[in-house]
Structures are given as structure tokens and as C-alpha cells.
């Protein structure tokens, strides 16, 4: 189906969406933080990024802004949060926001809506 970047600090919840979007049919690679984000991408043709924004070592926002500037070819973005005001921020340059806590069904749902608008 979709090559899926999967950044989250946390290992109980970056386990748990990966799983649930490995069983929604996509191939999904992780990473604790955004630090080498331009080249999971590149090495893994990602066509879909999802990215907590609160990260130890390198914060998603900075990952967010990376792309833009290091990739030549778009890439939606999915952003999320805990604090909605760290949403605000990047809501008009990604593809879509998630307030954490979220069901994994709204996960699978915004992964598929963002992927179909894309293609």
C-alpha cells in the first residue's frame, strides 16, 4: 500500500500506531525522533510522514521544516500532539493534525483520507 515514517518518542505508542497501520496494509518504518528524517525518507520512499511534535533530541517541528526545505517533491505530513497549541503552528503546513491522546481508528482514518487526496 504506502511507505509510512513514524516518529514518536514514546515506544508504547510509536509500537501500537505502527502495528495498527501494518494491519491497515502499510509498510511503516519508526524513528524515536526526527534527527535523520530527510534520509528515512529518501531511503525508504516514504510517501506519507507522521510525526509526533514534542521529541527529545530533535522536536517534529524541526523534522516538519526539513522536509519542506531538503525534499524536492512534496510529501504530506501528519502532525501530532498532546498540546494543541503546538498544532496551531504547523496546522497550515501539513496535511492534516491529530490532538493525542486518539483512537487508532482516527489514525487509519486521517492516514487514508491524507493518502487519497495526495494521489
Given at each position: 500500500?504506502?511507505?509510512?515514517?513514524?516518529?514518536?518518542?514514546?515506544?508504547?505508542?510509536?509500537?501500537?500506531?505502527?502495528?495498527?497501520?501494518?494491519?491497515?496494509?502499510?509498510?511503516?518504518?519508526?524513528?524515536?525522533?526526527s534527527k535523520d528524517i530527510?534520509?528515512?525518507?529518501?531511503e525508504n520512499k516514504a510517501?506519507?510522514?507522521?510525526?509526533?511534535?514534542?521529541?527529545?533530541?530533535?522536536?517534529?517541528?524541526?523534522?516538519?521544516?526539513?522536509?519542506?526545505?531538503?525534499?524536492?517533491?512534496?510529501?504530506?505530513?501528519?502532525a501530532m500532539s498532546a498540546?494543541?497549541?503546538?498544532?496551531?503552528?504547523?496546522?497550515?503546513?501539513?496535511?492534516?493534525?491529530?490532538?493525542?491522546?486518539?483512537?487508532?481508528?482516527?489514525?487509519?482514518?486521517?492516514?487514508?483520507?491524507?493518502?487519497?487526496?495526495?494521489?
Open positions: 500500500m504506502s511507505n509510512i515514517i513514524l516518529l514518536d518518542d514514546d515506544i508504547q505508542l510509536r509500537g501500537l500506531f505502527a502495528l495498527v497501520l501494518e494491519e491497515a496494509g502499510h509498510t511503516v518504518i519508526t524513528a524515536s525522533n530527510i534520509d528515512l525518507v529518501t510517501d506519507l510522514i507522521i510525526t509526533d511534535l514534542v521529541m527529545p533530541e530533535h522536536e517534529g517541528i524541526e523534522g516538519i521544516f526539513a522536509v519542506q526545505r531538503g525534499i524536492p517533491t512534496p510529501i504530506p505530513i501528519i498540546y494543541r497549541e503546538y498544532l496551531r503552528i504547523v496546522e497550515s503546513v501539513v496535511a492534516a493534525v491529530l490532538l493525542k491522546p486518539l483512537q487508532a481508528k482516527s489514525l487509519v482514518e486521517t492516514v487514508d483520507e491524507v493518502l487519497r487526496k495526495t494521489r
